[in-house]
């Protein structure tokens, strides 16, 4: 192959890889009710249009014997030995806020998937998808309700 040749082809690779990878920024604000307790755990998770987990986002409560609590979470990712990795930090307080930020790909805005988030409190109630926000523009800026735990989740994209 000449040189000109390859160059043109490394020159095309590299334009046309960033727009096949390009992903936009997804943040979660979740503000927690006042409900009382210990500190919650919650699981924040991607699944796709049929419901099945994608990838873990965000588990904040490091101590893997509670994360049973987040049962959906706990039984859709089961097989995921990465579930956990570089993607866990401490209990949220009752009352306090968090915010989960991920780097999503654009294909998957607006194409069915929702960001799911399980919560659970020591000595109190579990709660599978607490709540379900859809991973659609429609929905940016717009508070979704929790059941239990969580006052209400707004989802940001950049």
């Known amino acids: 192959m000449s040189k000109p040749l390859l160059t043109i082809l490394a020159t095309a690779s590299a334009l046309a890889l960033p727009a096949l990878a390009h992903s936009r920024q997804v943040t979660l604000t979740a503000?927690?009710?006042?409900?009382?307790?210990?500190?919650?755990?919650?699981?924040?998770y991607l699944t796709d249009a049929k419901g099945a987990y994608v990838r873990t986002l965000w588990v904040a409560g490091g101590k893997a014997k509670y994360h049973k609590h987040l049962s959906d979470w706990n039984r859709l990712s089961a097989g995921d030995a990465k579930r956990l990795d570089g993607v866990t930090g401490a209990s949220v307080g009752a009352g306090r806020t968090l915010k989960v930020t991920a780097d999503l790909a654009d294909a998957l805005i607006d194409a069915g998937y929702e960001i799911r988030l399980d919560a659970a409190a020591e000595d109190m109630r579990d709660s599978p998808s607490e709540v379900r926000v859809p991973l659609s523009t429609a929905n940016v800026g717009k508070p979704q309700a929790g059941k239990q735990y969580i006052q209400a989740v707004t989802l940001q994209l950049k």
């Not at 503000?31 to 924040?44: M, P």
Request: no cysteine.
């Open 31 to 44: 503000q927690l009710k006042d409900y009382g307790g210990n500190g919650a755990y919650v699981a924040a």
